[in-house]
């Protein structure tokens, strides 16, 4: 029992009020230093996003993260909770009191709040109508930073053609539309575009994309490199053409580069068809894990001398959940903050400003007067005083969890309930979890971090961290005595060159 073996070791301290004592001083002190603010211009921007991180998985996650070093986990530490200002982020759409990920995307990316289901486009635009797009397009601060003469990259669990990275680069009143296989014909007839050729088109040689979705990529029925003999991994393309192939020959050097960070300008990493794996199940030798995507994009943007903006996506947090499948989703947060953790390694707060969020919550939750150091995935200690069978800690308030045996609610201790696809228990049976509709946390650090605090719209996001770097609607607090704007001005790109389709090391 290795969870109250831990507990009684770390009591014995807790007993002394000086242990407690000791450490809110030493939290005062740290909070101290806070009140001389880093009111530095922000070279470089990177957007961590927690698909689906609402708060009970951020601290669900924080718990895992301790017990996977055999500690009781609730003391235990996060990168994100290291991150010295905290604020609230309201997550509604603007037709929705519970969010999606694409028009909550539209808002922490673009500065406006936007209907569900839409991406890049405002609320004048209506979801899978067409013939709204055009003049109520919405850029990014991806957008906005590329223009700034910044680097910039997109690194994702899912595809990168996903809702969250979509609204980096496209303007579309569809999520779902991957590619044009998936669009109504009547749309393509209208020049609708598919994301996935907004993501070649839109925003010229965007220097880093890593993610899934190389399907969407490829002509019609075209076999998969990895899966060719899988037909749900056939390209969709019905337009025939090969999104990889234009993009490499648009490069002046086509020579495929060795694995090098320091040679290597441009970087298309796409690593399956769909999405990538969960953590729990990727295969270290040929599946990127998402901190060591971060990694290389990191060494890659940072060579621009006027800095890049990067967002990382720990998109599968989102998935776990709706599969009621909580290891899944907890394993993808503990290894975001991995990911958070290794790239502070790599920047400076000094120059790098760094925000954690999440687009919204899920129904997850867990309870139960659990003692401290119990297994995250754990029974609570009781049983329900109406049935009369036990209960794991986490729940789910609906979803796939949901199961009736001879008219009485499944008898869980019956089961593997610490098993990785595991169901938690639902109270409302549905074939997919629904999102969550609390606010989320906004972590930040670096330049201007202290502008994130209180409740904030979720839309106010994209325009503090333009405001910390001097790009984007925010630059008369940046201007010189001179006069001149004191970004540098962007160097020309060297034309390497990085084609990833399978591989990553």
């Known amino acids: 029992a290795q969870g109250p073996w831990v507990y009684l070791r770390v009591a014995d301290q807790e007993k002394d009020p000086l242990f407690w004592n000791t450490w809110a001083q030493r939290t005062l002190k740290n909070a101290l230093i806070l009140q001389k603010l880093n009111q530095n211009t922000a070279k470089n921007l990177i957007l961590f996003l927690g698909d689906g991180m609402g708060i009970p998985t951020v601290t669900a996650a924080r718990i895992l993260k301790g017990q996977l070093s055999r500690q009781s986990g609730e003391e235990t530490q996060l990168e994100m909770d290291k991150f010295p200002f905290v604020a609230l982020s309201k997550t509604y759409n603007t037709n929705a009191q519970v969010a999606d990920s694409a028009g909550t995307a539209t ?33 990014s601060i991806l957008r906005w930073a590329k223009e700034a003469g910044k680097s910039v990259g997109i690194v994702t669990t899912t595809r990168v053609n996903h809702a969250t990275p979509s609204a980096a680069y496209a303007h579309c009143v569809d999520r779902d539309w991957y590619s044009d296989g998936e669009m109504p014909a009547e749309a393509v007839q209208a020049g609708c575009k598919d ?156 120059d790098t400003m760094t925000v954690v969020t999440a687009d919204h919550s899920h129904m997850f939750n867990f309870g139960g007067y659990t003692p401290r150091g119990n297994t995250i995935f754990g029974l609570a200690p009781m049983l329900s005083d109406v049935d009369q069978k036990p209960f794991t800690a986490i729940l789910y308030g609906n979803g796939p969890g949901f199961k009736v045996v001879n008219g009485l609610r499944e008898n869980v201790s019956t089961l593997d309930y610490e098993e990785n696809n595991y169901k938690a228990q639902s109270a409302v049976p549905l074939s997919m979890e629904t999102h969550g509709g609390e606010d989320v946390a906004v972590f930040a650090k670096g330049p201007m971090a202290h502008l994130l605090h209180g409740v904030h719209e979720q839309n106010y996001i994209p325009h503090v961290m333009a405001y910390a770097a001097c790009i984007g609607q925010n630059r008369d607090h940046c201007m010189s005595s001179s006069g001149a704007s004191s970004l540098s001005a962007a160097l020309p790109s060297l034309t390497a060159l990085l084609t990833l389709i399978r591989l990553f090391c």
């Open 195 to 350: 994301i996935a050729r907004q993501l070649f088109e839109n925003i010229p040689n965007i220097d880093v994309i890593m993610g899934g979705g190389r399907k969407y990529m490829f002509p019609k029925n075209q076999s998969d490199v990895e899966y060719p003999g899988e037909k749900k991994h056939f390209g969709t393309r019905i337009d025939r053409r090969n999104l990889v192939e234009e993009w490499n020959n648009r490069m002046k050097n086509k020579e495929l580069l060795s694995l090098n960070p320091n040679s290597v300008d441009y970087l298309l990493g796409l690593f399956e068809p769909g999405d990538l794996p969960y953590d729990l199940e990727r295969n270290n030798e040929t599946d990127p894990s998402l901190t060591e995507m971060v990694e290389v994009a990191i060494k890659i943007l940072k060579k621009n001398p006027s800095g890049f903006y990067l967002l990382v996506e720990g998109g599968r947090i989102d998935h776990g959940h709706h599969e009621g499948k909580a290891k899944q989703a907890l394993h993808e947060a503990v290894e975001m903050d991995r990911a958070i953790g290794h790239a502070g390694l790599m920047t400076s707060i000094y």
């Open 107 to 139: 808002a922490y990316l673009c500065g406006v709040k936007a209907n569900e289901g839409t991406v890049g486009v405002s609320a004048a635009a209506v979801r899978s109508q067409c013939n709204t797009t055009q003049g109520n397009e919405v850029t």
